[in-house]
């Protein structure tokens, strides 16, 4: 089975993706050859040029044809792109990669990229694709958002049909504008890239830059606390706050008192200065 081709045509015919994985699990486990997820798979005869198909009940088979069982292989293989740590890739999956992508968004845009997320590729053709998408993703939005997404008629060829749109009308409306440089001005070339690196997209972007400096500035406002707010922002106080504020004030004044020069007393400084003067004459005072 060294060609890919082939094995990608099993997968588009046979895989799908399990709203119940362990449900399915468990039904291939119990009956292997019998149960209602079992496949064969016709591949396809190079020599006759006929190609590979499931096979159905009224098929006659010839003796050199090639059966291929499909049986939980239908949908562990498109579990990967939900599950990739099951074969130990240190991956996180669809769902939350999405999630984490709108996440670093600003928070006035994510609300609207939430309820306008686009299936393309040809993996979005599998059967139950978008019901379990839906489901992971509904886990992991915030409240206040809706989840939408949308499907489009052929998700192999959406991406260039989108891109050729896009190049056409920025043309046409660039054309007539003023400077009529059109596309040339909505996107970032790789020669730009290579050289300025993500800052050509923010030079070329300003609206966009704009966007990001004044969520981060309001941000910065909301943080700050207000001037006007400080008194509100101090605790309130109750008796017995204010018995604890008329105690520091007591001991304020006692310290500011002993600080004080001390007032001299006037009976005590007579009796010094009479003891002096006797002293002085050569008499011995009387302390009394």
Known sequence: MDETYIMNQVKESCCYVS?????????????????PIVQEYILPDLSTNRKGRVRQPNDIMAETDQILVMNNERFAVPELLFRPDDIGLDQAGLAATIAHSISQLPIDLQGMFWSNIGLIGGNAKFPGFRQRLLVEL?????????????????????AYQSAHTFVTQSSASGSSSAGGEGFAQRAVTRSEYMESGNSASRRKFKDWKSVVDSEKDAQSHKDAPAIGNIKDMAPKEGAKGRGKHQREESRSVQRRDDRSP???????????LTRTRTTRAGGTANPN
């Not at 709203?19 to 149960?35: A, F, H, L, M, V």
């Not at 509904?138 to 959406?158: R, S």
């Open 19 to 35: 709203t119940n994985y362990q449900g399915d699990t468990e039904s291939c486990r119990i009956d292997p050859k019998r149960n």
């Open 138 to 158: 509904q886990t992991l939005a915030p409240v206040e958002c809706e989840v939408v997404i949308y499907e489009c008629k052929d998700p192999i060829t959406e």
């Open 262 to 272: 001390a007032v001299p007393n006037p009976i005590a400084s007579t009796s010094r």
